[in-house]
């Protein structure tokens, strides 16, 4: 979807609860300036859903996340490698 949107810096919230397959797949890679992520998901099927969905962001920025969600993996498959993580206020 933003794939190759260099000067894409803070992403649409992402408010989807549940995540299917391939859903976010490739969708911000390199985004090299992207640093800002809100993901509100609270389940994924785990099909691929974010498959190097942030491969070639930003090296460092903000990942806010549901906090009920706790299947998230660190690095290009899911929150960046060096990003600051915090939960969404309920």
């Known amino acids: 979807m933003y794939w190759n949107c ?3 810096e803070t992403a649409p ?4 609860s549940r995540m299917f397959d391939a859903c976010y797949y490739g969708m911000f890679m390199s985004c090299t300036k992207l640093n800002y992520i809100k993901c509100l998901a609270t ?6 859903v974010t498959t190097s969905w942030v491969n070639g ?7 806010i996340k549901h906090p009920n969600m706790t299947r998230w993996s660190i690095g290009v498959n ?13």
Request: proline share 9%; no cysteine; net charge negative.
């Open 6 to 8: 260099i000067n894409l």
């Open 13 to 16: 919230e992402l408010p989807a």
């Open 43 to 48: 389940s994924s099927n785990n099909n691929n």
């Open 57 to 63: 962001v930003a090296r460092t920025g903000m990942f």
């Open 78 to 90: 899911g929150i960046p490698t060096n990003w600051t993580i915090e939960n969404a206020p309920q």
